[in-house]
């Protein structure tokens, strides 16, 4: 069996984590392949609430084993507090494997990422400042820190003096804040490596060995397409690729690996930290999705902005995925309402566009153009069937797949393990 990729195809918070949990009892592994404890997944598990910040979701089922691939960027003492929370519940974490070639965030990776942020004042991009985007920024300048390097002293210390020579100049010169030490930082990272050893494999050999034996590989992204560093909305973005290419070079797993691109996609929109959201709402109808949606960062805490479904960003995001299947989550959300807005164009100096438009400026001076859907008031949580739903929730659903593009193969009805309604089988 192919391996299956399973990503947000809007700015992220779409529910991935109740999709992939779906899946998890039926995949034999799930792998995070890019992004770090700056993206959130909660899982409800009967009346148990998850929230998963690094830890892919298939560690919450049985059987299944959790793969954090070369892709992602990893803080150890968030990575073992987040062990330590699911072990106090129950959870057995034995299973986890950790790639030797993902980056690590270090103290000073923080440091800089909130320094360099507050510098930005009104021109900040709205970071989570956990480290990610300057981990990022080391890997790509070929000065990272790998997990393989914590089994390493020696090589350990000459990259972090390495690394520190240029961050100290940063820190003391343009921040006027205090230099660190080059034992303080080996000396911390060094305590992680013999609780982290046993974790540690080759990942991308255990999961194509595993392709070719017939398991199933669920890749799931973190984030969502439209903060992908490539083809999002630039610089309001992650600093990592989101999308499903960055599932093959996150993994390690071939493109002919891949069987079927699943977009999670919300009955309305989200974003969370600036930059532009045509559709996003101010008033009252905001703050009702917000507070029946319980819209807060998983991670951050965050207020989520919110606004009505986008099918521009939804064709976009079909396109540039290859999506083969979407999973709709959070329809009880707009239960409520007598006519649901959805954007289906904008409106760009007096000129209709369709499509998403390459030209950041463009973007940022779009204005939707929204058709307008009878709402329903049933309540549809005990919805198990398409044909459960109000005939207007139905033809909502069947507006959102002509317009996005792509089959919808699931629909969320509530926050639990159980609230889905499933039409077609991702396996």
């Not at 959870?91 to 993902?102: E, F, H, I, P, Q």
């Not at 089994?151 to 804040?177: G, H, M, P, T, W």
């Not at 030490?181 to 595993?210: C, F, H, K, S, W």
């Not at 479904?309 to 309402?337: H, M």
Request: hydrophobic share 35%; charged share 25%; glycine share 12%.
């Amino acid at each position: 069996m192919p391996a299956l990729v399973l990503l947000g195809a809007q700015w992220g918070d779409e529910g991935k984590g109740k999709a992939t949990d779906l899946l998890g009892g039926s995949v034999d592994y799930v792998v995070r392949y890019q992004g770090g404890n700056n993206a959130g997944h909660t899982v409800v598990v009967g009346d148990q609430k998850y929230a998963l910040h690094l830890l892919p979701s298939g560690i919450l089922s049985p059987g299944c084993t959790p793969v954090i691939g070369n892709g992602v960027v990893i803080d150890p003492k968030v990575l073992f507090s987040e062990l330590d929370g699911l072990n106090a519940r129950g959870v057995d974490t034995s299973r986890l494997l950790v790639s030797g070639n993902a980056h690590l965030i270090t103290p000073y990776h923080e440091t800089l990422d909130k320094v360099s942020e507050r510098f930005l004042g009104k021109r900040k991009i709205g970071t989570t400042g956990r480290g990610i985007g300057p981990t990022y920024a080391d890997k790509i300048n070929r000065q990272g820190i790998r997990v393989q390097d914590l089994f390493d002293a020696s090589i350990l210390r000459q990259k972090v003096e390495a690394a520190l020579d240029q961050k100290n100049q940063l820190l003391a010169k343009l921040y006027n804040r205090r230099s660190i030490g080059i034992d303080e930082i080996t000396g911390e990272l060094l305590g992680y490596a013999e609780r982290l050893r046993p974790y540690v494999a080759d990942t991308t050999l255990v999961l194509n060995q595993a392709i070719d034996e017939d398991k199933v590989v669920l890749l799931e992204g973190g984030q969502g397409t439209l903060l992908d560093v490539d083809h999002g909305t630039y610089p309001f973005v992650t600093s990592s690729n989101p999308t499903a290419g960055g599932a093959c070079t996150g993994a390690g797993i071939g493109p002919t690996k891949i069987s079927r691109v699943i977009g999670i996609l919300k009955a309305y929109t989200t974003r969370v930290g600036a930059g532009p959201f045509p559709t996003e709402l101010e008033d009252e109808d905001g703050e009702a999705l917000r507070r029946i949606g319980g819209e807060f960062g998983v991670t951050t805490g965050r207020d989520r902005r919110c606004g009505w479904f986008d099918a521009v960003i939804a064709r976009y995001a079909t396109r540039v995925n290859g999506l083969t299947d979407f999973f709709l989550t959070k329809l009880d959300v707009l239960t409520g309402w007598e006519r649901i807005p959805v954007c289906v164009a904008y409106e760009i100096d007096g000129r209709r566009v369709e499509e998403l438009p390459y030209s950041q400026s463009d973007f940022h001076h779009a204005k939707p153009i929204y058709e307008y859907l009878p709402g329903w008031s049933e309540d549809i949580t005990k919805a198990r069937a398409v044909k459960d739903l109000p005939v207007n929730a139905q033809r909502y659903v069947q507006a959102l797949e002509e317009f996005s593009g792509a089959p919808v193969s699931a629909i969320g009805v509530g926050p639990g393990r159980d609230e889905t309604i499933q039409i077609n089988s991702f396996l």
